[in-house]
């Protein structure tokens, strides 16, 4: 597995991890899932145009 395979799937574990369906999660809002979600994109991003 290369390092872009790797933080590939620990982001999608973090989004995943920020849903806010647990209790303790559920005040936090949309806010976690969001910030994630943009990183998620921009990784995918750079994946796709061979920069990482």
């Known amino acids: 597995m290369t390092l872009s395979t790797i933080i ?3 982001l999608i574990l973090l989004l995943i991890g ?7 999660s559920r005040s936090w809002g949309y806010g976690p899932t969001g910030i994630l979600g943009v990183i998620l994109v921009v ?4 994946m796709l145009m061979g920069m990482i």
């Open 43 to 46: 990784v995918l991003i750079l």
């Open 8 to 10: 590939l799937i620990i």
């Open 18 to 24: 920020a849903l806010p369906t647990w209790g303790y």
